[in-house]
């Protein structure tokens, strides 16, 4: 249950003295003696309470942020995303770790991740060439997507992408054509499994009735491989397969690293070929409410290993060198995003409190009908907690979804309200809607804040609107 502590409701924040920045986490912010202590769980770890009710992140000061950068603002924690980074390089020791670009990309976010010693993977030349021009190193990088344009196979082989993932049997002859001759480009293949796992049907890919990769059931991934096999400007070097996203148990993943150990198998078998590398894509689960599961990744490595040595004995193959492709779990807990109070109705015995944020930087609850827990910060209060319902601005983002039954009085709220958790698959979708422009980027990192991606601005929509 997600609740505000929303002091005594004045109406719309008060426009002289600077309104409350709503940010996210559990239990309201909690000064007074009396009210539960702050829940911070699923903020970033350097995250503190301060006096106020203000919260700090990598010793920044919410209240601070919003006063000089304004607000909707999305602040990532360096340190946090750093720090993940490492764990990932702890956990999977003598594997290769990528970061999902898509996720959340800017040019510091591909500067730590390069400099943690991460790979990347991306799905669009725009990706591609944002990290390159940032330095990331090209043959570190894998290029992933279920129908790659022809500007996409270009800038992938003119830059030298370290590998392409082929996701369908009409990209083999297109890619095999489009090396130079007497030059090999690395690949892999895209293997749907027949797994069922991730957090939303929308975002479950191991399955056979969704569009990316190639079944092993219909045999369609053993045909691609016969026929990769025989490009001479091809070199399949593994098997790939992800299987979707917010996975919160290891289960799935294991009984791919079967299927997938199978496969590889046959293929020995039938071309005598050892396949040097596994790559088993991402999606781990990450908790965006307190109390709420999220997958512990030191397990899952420990025992993805143990299941990857055991099937390989048992097949008689060499272990191959594993590559996990982590996204959510490395940019979302380490991003926070900041919004202010504009609004605040009362209504049929419901409290609504209206952000100036929404779907156009959040299409999450859109999409998926996820929540958040939001919270005040910057505003001290001696009311206890009072449900709320937090809405956005843009159109859409505030309105609710019609509901069968009555809806409970007290519930969680369900637009976007100011959140932690917010590192990735926001500012990444995030769209022009309404015109109310996406919202800057703020690095916090040891007690300093300072600006990645600046507001887009009018400036930036008139200037791409060019008829009349
Ligand atoms: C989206 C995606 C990922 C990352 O997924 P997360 O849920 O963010 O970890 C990894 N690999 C591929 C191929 C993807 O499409």
């Keep these: 249950m997600t609740t505000l502590h929303v002091p005594p409701l004045?109406?719309?924040?008060?426009?002289?003295?600077?309104?409350?920045?709503?940010?996210v986490s559990p239990p309201a912010a909690a000064p007074a003696a009396a009210a539960p202590a702050a829940d911070l769980s699923v903020w970033p770890a350097s995250t503190i309470p301060l006096a106020h009710g203000d919260l700090a992140v990598a010793g920044v000061p919410l209240t601070e942020v919003a006063e000089r950068f304004g607000t909707p603002a999305y602040l990532l924690d360096e340190g946090d995303v750093r720090a993940r980074c490492r764990a990932y390089l702890r956990a999977f020791k003598d594997a290769d770790v990528l970061y999902a670009a898509k996720a959340?990309?800017?040019?510091?976010?591909?500067h730590w991740v390069a400099d943690e010693g991460l790979g990347l993977d991306v799905c669009s030349a725009g990706e591609l060439e944002l990290a390159v021009t940032t330095g990331f190193p090209a043959d570190r990088i894998v290029l992933h997507g279920n129908a790659k344009s022809p500007e996409d196979l270009r800038a992938a082989l003119r830059l030298g992408v370290g590998r392409i993932v082929i996701d369908s049997a009409?990209?083999?002859?297109?890619?095999?054509?489009?090396?130079?001759?007497?030059s090999r480009q690395k690949v892999m293949v895209r293997v749907v499994p027949g797994i069922a796992a991730g957090g939303h049907a929308k975002i479950r890919t191991g399955t056979d009735d969704q569009k990316f990769g190639l079944s092993l059931t219909d045999g369609s991934a053993q045909h691609a491989i016969a026929r990769i096999l025989g490009r001479p400007t091809l070199e399949l070097v593994g098997l790939h397969c992800h299987l979707g996203s917010q996975i919160t148990t290891e289960k799935p993943y294991l009984c791919a690293v079967r299927r997938l150990v199978g496969l590889m198998a046959r293929i020995k078998e039938q071309h005598g070929v050892t396949l040097p590398e596994l790559d088993l894509g991402g999606g781990h689960g990450i908790a965006y409410r307190p109390g709420e599961d999220a997958l512990d990744i030191a397990s899952l490595a420990r025992k993805v290993r143990a299941e990857l040595t055991e099937s390989c004995a048992a097949a008689g193959l060499p272990v191959?060198?594993?590559?996990?492709?982590?996204?959510?779990?490395?940019?979302?807990?380490?991003?926070?995003?900041?919004?202010?109070?504009l609004a605040v109705k009362r209504t049929s015995g419901r409290t609504f409190v209206a952000v100036d944020g929404g779907m156009s930087d959040n299409p999450r609850p859109a999409l998926y009908g996820v929540r958040y827990a939001p919270?005040?910060?910057?505003r001290r209060t001696t009311a206890g907690p009072e449900p709320v319902t937090v809405v956005g601005r843009p159109l859409r983002g505030g309105r609710r979804p019609r509901r069968r039954?009555?809806?409970?009085?007290?519930?969680?709220?369900?637009?976007?309200?100011?959140?932690?958790?917010?590192?990735?698959?926001?500012?990444s979708m995030a769209s022009g809607y309404n015109l109310v422009g996406r919202p800057p980027v703020i690095a916090v990192a040891d007690g300093h804040a300072r600006l990645l991606v600046r507001r887009e601005s009018l400036e930036d929509f008139r200037g791409r609107d060019v008829g009349l």
């Design 104 to 110: 959340f990309l800017c040019r510091a976010m591909a």
């Design 405 to 427: 039954r009555p809806a409970p009085r007290r519930r969680t709220p369900r637009g976007p309200a100011g959140c932690a958790g917010r590192g990735s698959y926001h500012l």
């Design 170 to 182: 009409s990209e083999i002859a297109r890619l095999a054509a489009a090396v130079p001759p007497g």
């Design 375 to 378: 919270r005040l910060v910057g």
């Design 320 to 341: 191959p060198r594993l590559l996990v492709e982590p996204g959510r779990a490395i940019a979302g807990p380490a991003g926070v995003a900041l919004y202010r109070v």
């Design 10 to 23: 004045p109406g719309p924040a008060d426009p002289v003295s600077p309104p409350a920045a709503a940010s």
